[in-house]
């Protein structure tokens, strides 16, 4: 029989997410989500860094050797003792339901290693090697508003991504029924297509092929844009859709659900102009859900029309602006973009 070459790095990959969103949901649905505002005055939850232990768990145990660029660190949890205490209560629960083979992705021996496991996840990245980029909650304040988050990783080998998987918790399973049960698994391999199935565990809905919508003109879709006006440019991104003939107002969306949605066929372009000359993109806010978009039938670029390099650091250094859009459509909504950025200023 033959496999693909990244077939045995994308099951461990859906798996570890899976497990992990077993665990932020389960936090999301308890009393306490131990929310800390970090450095940078964003939110991290013991969702956050429960969710980075499992997912680095799960790689220890299939893949020793590979790197690990992670967002978060265990400094909260050796400080603060009622935190530490209370998420390993949540993750030993969910290790003893044991819902997701423990056999292919490991445990986590106690609360000393849960947190040297998080720890494992600050390599600097770089241009060579196995190195995979995580984010254990991508859009953790959509995650505290009850909205859309992704527990998220990608494999990046010499700098290409190769791999990607995605739990989306609060994402319907049937586009036909949007208030329906919730809760999605992404994944994608380079060359072999992407796929989705419900999250849940012990759900037996096989995995089945996803595809972007197969619009030939930019003005039948639809975009997608972050939820925080501060992230990107909400203005500019109205004024590239109106110049492509988008009528449809835009859907704001949270995190990686928006690589996602369009993966899936729920809406058709990700647009996000960057709102400050200072912020970098994030490696492990891209690498699945472009890898996810692009085995769907996508492009992922800068505002250029360049490809994104993840072999830069932790940060996509240089990057101006993400556009992922149908294969179809590229060309024309990056001429719209270039239009839109060499407008004068009045
Ligand atoms: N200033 C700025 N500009 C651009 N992006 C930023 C900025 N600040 C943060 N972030 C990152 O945005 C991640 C959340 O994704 P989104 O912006 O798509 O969603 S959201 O609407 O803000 O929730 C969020 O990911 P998480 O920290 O994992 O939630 C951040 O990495
Ligand atoms: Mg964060
Ligand atoms: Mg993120
Ligand atoms: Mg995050």
């Given at each position: 029989m033959s496999t693909s070459p990244y077939a045995c790095e994308r099951r461990i990959a859906e798996l570890a997410v899976q497990r992990a969103a077993l665990l932020t949901d389960r936090i999301y649905n308890s009393q306490v989500k131990g929310t800390t505002i970090k450095e940078d005055k964003s939110p991290v939850t013991l969702a956050d860094l429960g969710g980075q232990a499992l997912v680095i768990a799960a790689l220890r145990h299939a893949f020793p050797d590979d790197f690990i660029v992670g967002e978060e660190d265990s400094e909260i949890l050796r400080k603060e003792d009622d935190k530490r205490n209370l998420l390993w209560s949540h993750i030993k629960e969910v290790l003893d339901e044991g819902l997701v083979p423990e056999a292919e992705i490991g445990t986590i021996r106690g609360e000393v290693d849960m947190m040297n496991l998080i720890d494992r996840g600050n390599h600097g990245g770089g241009r060579t090697g196995r190195i995979w980029a995580l984010?254990?909650?991508?859009?953790t304040l959509g995650f505290l508003r009850g909205g859309q988050y992704a527990v998220a990783l990608g494999l990046m080998v010499d700098a290409q991504v190769q791999v990607g998987a995605m739990a989306c918790?609060?994402?319907?399973?049937e586009l036909s029924k949007p208030d329906g049960a919730k809760g999605i698994l992404l994944s994608a391999e380079r060359g072999q297509g992407a796929t989705e199935r419900p999250s849940?565990?012990?759900?037996t809905t096989p995995a089945k092929p996803i595809h972007m919508n197969?619009?030939?003109?930019?003005?039948?879709g639809s975009f997608c844009e972050s939820v925080?006006?501060?992230?990107?440019r909400h203005d500019m991104q109205a004024n590239i859709a109106t110049k492509l003939g988008i009528t449809k107002p835009s859907v704001r969306m949270d995190s990686q659900a928006k690589y996602a949605s369009i993966a899936r066929g729920d809406g058709d372009l990700y647009l996000r102009m960057p709102s400050s000359s200072t912020y970098e993109e994030k490696i492990w806010d891209h690498a699945a859900g472009s890898i996810i978009v692009e085995e769907a039938g996508g492009v992922v670029t800068d505002a250029s029309g360049k490809p994104l390099d993840f072999?830069?650091?932790k940060t996509l250094k240089a990057n101006k602006g993400i556009i992922a859009t149908p294969a179809s459509v590229h060309a024309e909504v990056i001429k719209a973009v270039k239009e839109e950025l060499e407008k004068p200023d009045l």
């Open positions: 984010d254990p909650v991508d859009g918790p609060n994402l319907p399973v849940d565990p012990t759900s197969p619009i030939s003109s930019a003005a039948e925080e006006a501060s992230h990107s072999g830069t650091g």
